[in-house]
């Protein structure tokens, strides 16, 4: 696959623990398959263990493993925190403090290394604080980010990913698409969840990832259409 220009896209979710780290390594799988450049930003992971000193999150190491560019783990992850709980909180904990316009300092660091495709993968949902006046869906807005919206298939998905899809909006950003992840083997109505959320968000559906909770990115990557995604004015 042959393209243009660098594309760098915004990953988030209907709430935390909805796949969002799953649908960003299966995009970058896709992305390094069809020979493109790959590079991944979590610029804030809380639920760290420590590894030779060093504060480490499992998300943000298997996004590592999917980057063809040679990023060290502090250029994918600058602000790793030790437990998993809100960011802000977290940091507080720490005697620390999150600041937006140094996480976007970081970040466009990362986007001047110009993969053909570098993904962001927020923390929990769309409006997560860093501090008492800004949140993390500032990043993206800062940087005229488009976003992927990963909907996490459970009994509330549709109100939670309308209401997100608007706000994304509301925020002056594009939904390049949305990403269907089923939580569990038997939701009830899946398909009819499903075609509701094709009608109402404002987005192409980039791909349906079944319950399979062993599967590995380039299983989940057959499931998402990365050519729809490049092609979508991201």
């Known amino acids: 696959m042959k393209i243009e220009q660098p594309h760098a896209v915004f990953i988030t979710g209907t709430d935390t623990e909805v796949g969002k780290s799953r649908v960003a390594a299966s995009l970058l799988a896709a992305a390094r398959a069809a020979g493109l ?31 063809t560019l040679p990023l060290t783990y502090e250029q994918i992850n600058p602000v790793a925190l030790r437990q998993a709980i809100a960011p802000h909180l977290a ?34 949902g769309w409006r997560v604080p860093l501090n008492s006046r800004e949140f993390l869906s500032g990043l993206p807005a800062a940087l005229n980010m488009p976003v992927i919206l990963v909907v996490g298939l459970k009994l ?13 909006r509301r925020d002056g950003l594009t939904l390049a ?18 075609a509701t ?8 559906c980039l791909g349906e990832l079944p319950w399979a909770p062993k599967a590995s990115p380039e299983d989940c990557a057959r499931h998402l259409d990365l050519a729809g995604l490049l092609t979508a004015g991201i």
């Open 91 to 124: 940091a507080a904990n720490e005697g620390r403090s999150l600041h937006l316009d140094r996480l976007v300092g970081f970040a466009r660091g990362l986007l001047m290394q110009r993969a053909d495709l570098t993904v962001v993968e927020g923390a929990g």
């Open 156 to 168: 509330g998905c549709i109100n939670h990913a309308i209401l997100t899809a608007e706000a994304i």
């Open 197 to 204: 959320l094709r009608d109402m968000l404002p987005g192409p």
């Open 37 to 67: 450049s790959t590079a991944a930003f979590k610029p804030v992971a809380s639920g760290c263990q420590e590894e030779s000193g060093m504060l480490r999150n499992e998300d943000a190491l298997l996004l590592a493993q999917y980057c």
């Open 177 to 194: 698409g949305w990403v269907a992840n089923h939580l569990s083997v038997d939701m009830p109505v899946a398909s009819e969840n499903i």
